[in-house]
Every structure is written in structure tokens, then in C-alpha cells.
């Protein structure tokens, strides 16, 4: 699907495979690695990326976002954004998702890329719903970029079948498809 001349692509694969120039890694506030796709981002990329984590931030806000460079991964460079813990939508979890994507491809436009791979934020082990997080997730990404045009493809990496599914959804409610 084509937003204003951004390319985006839903997929379902790994997303430390991907050749974009950023890779956005769903991390924790204290950038410390885990499990799931931050701690898979990790083992790919390398140590090198902790190692910068730690000597620039000192953790990372819920909703924001920060940059290192991408060890050994094909990318450039990892944006980690902070996704909330779902807390029954009775948190502000929309907005501070919302806020975790716009702050990503500010990042991301921040460094000169053109390319941008996302998983579906806070829908691990923070429990986000896939279908509610696929709708705010793409609108961020649709209103981003119909107002910045340096971005010529992002990509969607979803981890299953069903998540794939939730997105496509989530892409045709909201017209995208």
C-alpha cells in the first residue's frame, strides 16, 4: 500500500532480517535488552549495542524513543522506542503508543533514513491487543507521513500469521488498502 510516496508493507518474518536503513526495536525504559523481539534485535546486532545504550542513555521514557548504531544487523542504525504496558486502555496506552511511533520516525528522519522496519510495538509481553495496536500503529505512521515525504519505504515485520492478519485488517478500516 502506498501512503502519500511511502511504500508500506506488512510482512510476517524477522525482523533483525530486514535490509532497511533503521530497525525499531519494541525495548524496555531501561534499555537493558529482554526477550522478544529487543532481546533478538540483541543477539543479531551484538553487543555493540548495549554497549551503546548504556554509555549514552540512561533509559528511556515510555512513549519515547532513542538511537544507536546497529552492530551487526543489515540496517544502519536501531531506533528503541518505549511502548506502554496495556492497562485495559485506562493508562493514556493510546497516546503514549501513538507518541512511541511518531518519535520513531522522527529518530529515524533525524538520521537520514529512508527505509524503516517496525514490529508491532507493546503487543508482546506488554500485552497491548494486536488489533487495537494495529489501528494506532498505522495511523501514526499514515498522519507521519503525509507530512514528511523523506521516507520511501516502511515495513510492518510482524511476528505470526495473526498479527499479519490483525494489520491487514486494522490497514483496510482505515482505508489504506
Not at 507493546?122 to 494506532?136: D, E, L
Request: hydrophobic letters at 40%; glycine letters at 12%.
Amino acid at each position: 500500500m502506498r501512503i502519500g510516496k511511502t511504500e508500506v508493507v506488512l510482512l510476517q518474518g524477522d525482523i533483525t532480517d530486514q535490509e532497511v536503513d533503521v530497525i525499531v526495536n519494541a525495548a524496555n525504559a531501561g534499555l537493558l535488552g529482554g526477550g522478544g523481539v529487543d532481546g533478538a534485535i540483541h543477539r543479531v546486532g551484538g553487543s555493540s549495542i548495549m554497549e551503546e545504550c548504556k554509555n549514552k542513555y540512561r533509559g528511556c521514557p515510555t512513549g519515547q524513543a532513542v538511537i544507536t548504531g546497529a552492530g551487526n544487523l543489515k540496517a544502519k542504525w536501531v531506533v528503541h522506542a518505549v511502548g506502554p504496558r496495556w492497562n485495559n486502555g485506562l493508562s493514556g496506552e493510546e497516546d503514549l503508543l501513538r507518541s512511541a511511533y511518531v518519535n520513531s520516525l522522527q529518530k529515524a528522519k533525524e538520521a537520514g533514513a529512508k527505509s524503516v522496519a517496525f514490529p508491532s510495538i507493546s503487543t508482546g509481553v506488554y500485552g497491548y491487543p494486536v488489533n487495537k495496536a494495529a489501528v494506532v500503529a498505522l495511523s501514526a505512521i499514515r498522519d507521519f507521513v503525509q507530512n514528511n515525504i523523506e521516507f520511501e519505504e516502511i515495513h510492518f515485520v510482524l511476528f505470526s500469521e495473526q498479527d499479519l492478519r490483525a494489520y491487514q485488517s486494522a490497514a483496510q478500516s482505515l482505508g489504506l488498502m
